[in-house]
């Protein structure tokens, strides 16, 4: 028997807490740093974020993935002992060891599952829904849980102004199920890609085995994410055109006949050039980045959830998901819904 894999239901949830562009400028301000909402409007397109209370664990990174992983299961008619596996996408975990995807699992009572993390940055969630798709086509895995979802803001410098104002938490879940290969509702092509070369585009130095984090490396900020944000950007416009295209031709689809657009939502910017690249009208383009910000793993599948339970996307469309991240990581993957 050939398999397939389909996305039944998704999810997602937020922190509490909005913090306003004004809010951030005011911060900024404490610091002895300058930034408007007019700059962060015009030059990101976001207007607002939600941060985590991390002293209040409903808000920690695997509640916020525990919250939208239920809203994922509900829309699926699926109960927690379904899930024979779990695919954490975060690169901003709830701790070292153990695995984001544990204290989940714990959290969910998936008890029939095997759980894992990954961590491809931004592009995490479309890997883990590739890494599901293979394991459901081969018959391995039947119902696979995957999370994007990350509270990124305890990794954000609040002394550089570059950084602070792009990213937010939150997370976005999706069930992923064993079809039947004929099914037109399915993953029907991905393309994944990393380019290890430009690791240091966007890393955190200090933290992991190689670098402790002592009182000075702390004093100087290098447990916190440092970007080369003008380079990114045309990495990234690069990257996600090339995935996007490369989804699209694997299965010889036009991109006129394609329904919907969720591209990784890190500026809106470079959102409207691949689009513009691509010929894709911007109402075919699904944005949340204006009220959440760059959410990291999560911004595919938060995106995602909401434009399904707004009904925007319905039933039988195709909808190609696209994402760049720290690493560099990419890829895409076109599926009908
Ligand atoms: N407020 C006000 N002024 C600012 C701010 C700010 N927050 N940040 C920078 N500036 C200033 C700069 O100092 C510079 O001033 P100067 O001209 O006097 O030197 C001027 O604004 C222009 O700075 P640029 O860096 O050229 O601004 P740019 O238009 O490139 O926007 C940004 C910067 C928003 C970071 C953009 O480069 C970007 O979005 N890059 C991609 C970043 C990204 O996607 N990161 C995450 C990807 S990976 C992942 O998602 C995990």
């Known amino acids: ?81 379904d899930i024979d596996q779990i695919i954490y996408a975060t690169c901003s975990p709830d701790t070292i060891i153990p695995a984001t995807a544990c204290w989940l699992q714990s959290k969910i009572k998936a008890h029939n599952a095997w759980a894992m993390d990954i961590n491809a940055a931004c592009s995490g969630f479309v890997y883990g829904t590739v890494i599901a798709e293979q394991f459901i086509r081969t018959g391995r895995s039947k119902t696979v849980l995957v999370i994007g979802a990350e509270v990124l803001s305890q990794f954000v410098n609040w002394h550089d102004r570059t950084i602070c104002i792009l990213f937010g938490d939150g997370a976005g879940a999706a069930i992923v199920e064993r079809e039947s290969a004929k099914s037109p509702q399915r993953i029907i092509s991905s393309h994944l890609v990393s380019d290890g070369r430009l690791s240091e585009l966007l890393h955190v130095p200090a933290g992991g085995s190689n670098m402790e ?7 100087r900020s290098m447990h916190k994410m440092r970007m080369n944000g003008k380079e990114i950007f045309k990495v990234a416009v690069r990257t996600l055109t090339e995935c996007a ?34 010929g894709l009208p911007m109402d075919r383009v699904v944005v ?28 039988g ?20 819904w």
């Open 213 to 219: 984090i002592t009182p000075e490396r702390y004093a």
């Open 317 to 336: 469309q195709t909808v190609l998901v696209d994402a760049f991240g720290a690493g560099l990581t990419a890829g895409g993957f076109l599926f009908r």
């Open 1 to 81: 028997m050939d398999y397939a894999a389909r996305i039944t239901g998704t999810g997602s949830a937020f922190p509490e807490t909005r913090m306003t562009n004004d809010d951030i400028a005011l911060k900024l301000t404490e610091v002895g740093l300058k930034t408007s909402d007019q700059w962060i409007r015009e030059r990101t397109g976001i207007v607002e974020r939600r941060i985590s209370d991390v002293n209040n664990s409903a808000e920690h990174n695997s509640s916020l993935g525990e919250r939208a992983a239920q809203m994922a299961l509900e829309m699926a008619g699926r109960k927690p002992d």
């Open 288 to 315: 949340n980045l204006d009220r959440f910000g760059n959410t990291s793993a999560a911004t595919i599948p938060t995106a995602l959830d909401e434009a399904i339970r707004d009904g925007r996307i319905q039933p």
């Open 245 to 278: 295209l490369r989804s699209l031709e694997q299965w010889g689809m036009r991109v006129d006949r394609l329904d919907w657009f969720v591209p990784h939502q890190a500026n809106l910017r470079i959102i409207e050039a691949v689009a513009n690249r691509l």
